[in-house]
């Protein structure tokens, strides 16, 4: 039985759920590195989670909004509601002879920092709980 100490548990652990699943990804890109035509992959989550965000703390919108001061202007394009994790290709690093561009040096680099970002996430959450937890002890030493 899993207990939620705070409103932004469940955002922190979609957020790890997310960059477990870029783990992965940014893994396999490097197992591939000889694969012949290989194009590496990627995932981009950042905006669900904002949106995520804004719906867990009761926000009205993550966006800022525009200011249209005029008929004339024109209003800001509403994307649409369904929020998905976009997957894309990481292309822009020179293709070798074989087609496959994977670049071990990016992939090395983008693992290193989902990995800090992982272990941040984790740091947080235990240090979230630990208040609860210390104030429950503290308030039962009082008794």
Do not use: C, W
Request: charged share 25%; no cysteine.
């Amino acid at each position: 039985m899993s207990i939620k100490v705070s409103a932004t548990q469940d955002l922190a652990a979609k957020a790890l759920d997310y960059r477990a699943i870029r783990q992965d990804m940014i893994s396999s890109n490097i197992a591939n590195a000889d694969t012949p035509f290989y194009r590496p992959r990627d995932i981009r989550f950042e905006d669900m989670l904002a949106q995520e965000k804004a719906k867990v703390l009761g926000q009205s919108s993550p966006k800022l909004q525009m200011a249209q001061t005029r008929d004339t202007h024109f209003g800001l394009l509403e994307e649409s509601g369904n929020a998905k994790t976009k997957t894309f290709f990481r292309d822009g690093h020179m293709a070798r002879n074989d087609g496959n561009s994977v670049d071990l040096d990016v992939e090395t680099t983008e693992m290193s920092k989902n990995s800090v970002m992982f272990t941040a996430l984790v740091n947080a959450m235990k240090k979230d709980s630990g208040i609860y937890k210390s104030v429950i002890d503290a308030s039962s030493k009082l008794s």
